[in-house]
């Protein structure tokens, strides 16, 4: 008989997002007539660019002639095409990543979940609370030790490192899924110092950099000086370009990122990741990856903007309404995600079920991403304007009660 892998028994029953999913199915069972808003998942509802789309189609057509078909491509690591179209986009905010550096995947969350595989299951692993639920869980599944660093509120949901506590990878998440909160260039320079001095690699997520508006919140950790010799970043079109259906990622590994084996040699962080993914991983579909390189043509980026800017003003009008309310919170502010303080010292489900049974609005408990998550609720900006407007009417209307 096998066995299983036990480090999965120790896991919550269920992913966060299907635990929700299944009591706001439950509530809409009990009451079909309920009108519900849904705020809770971090997805997208704009349609796709019309020029990523024709791209697509383009792509599409291309694979029904013999003369264009593609089976698979060579590296797996995506086409030229699209890796060159990466590395342009980040030359435009003023970051110098080469396309060979750049590895194209279907979304940041897998890659975040499957690097735990070139990594040894001794390392000890260093996660801010609260987190993407994704990097805990992956790092549980392999039995690794995880250990934990505060963002709350008095540092502003930013957690900083302690020169005392040693550790071997460290996730970092800017803008922070779920805080909405942003590292400065100069927090990114010491986390950057904290990861050299104790030979630790950054796994940094920057799913949500479209969103940054201010000066001094760097796009990449890659921005920042020391960054490529200690980082792996992740990004992805899910928010960038309304992906979240097409699955269309990238990952840079720079080539000077190595460590040291047991036996002395030196190891290729980029070489070992490609070794996983030739073995793993058949890339992604050749028109999707059409479709992505078409986000990052002039007109490609200007009608996506367009989508961002709508999202970016639901938030304005998620924070206008907690600022009215006198409720605190964070993000809004380059980051589709608003995380505020539960009201009246409610605890997270309790106000999770008071705002859907109550206003038929839905949300995310903060407790779901960790500890200093209770008593805090993030509230997603990526929904329609007008029922956006309509859920923070019911907020007022029910907190007035
Ligand atoms: C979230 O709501 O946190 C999102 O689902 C993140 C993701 O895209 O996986």
Redesign the pocket.
Known sequence: MPSVNENFLKLEKNYL?INIAKKVNAFTSAHPEADVIRMG???VTLPIAKCVVYAMKKGADEMGVKETFKGYEDSGAGYDFLKEAVSGYYKSFGVDVPADDIRINDGA?SDCGNIVDIFGDDNVVLITDPA?PVYVDTNLMSGRKVIYCDSNEENGFAAMPDENVKCDLIYLCSPN??TGSVYTKEQLKVWIEYAKKNNAIIIYDSAYEAFITDENVPRSIFAVEGAKECAIEMCSL?KTAGF?GMRCGYTVIPKELTVTASDGTEVSISQLWGRREGSKFNGVSYPVQCAAAAVFTPEGLKQTRENIEYYQNNARTIANTLDELGIKYTGGKNSPYIWLKCPNGMGSWEFFDLLLEKAGVVG?PGAGFGKNGEGWFRL?AFGDKDRTAEAMERLKKLLSE
Do not use: L, R
């Open positions: 997002f998942i971090g997805d969350k993407y899924n779920p899910s979240t995310t997603t």
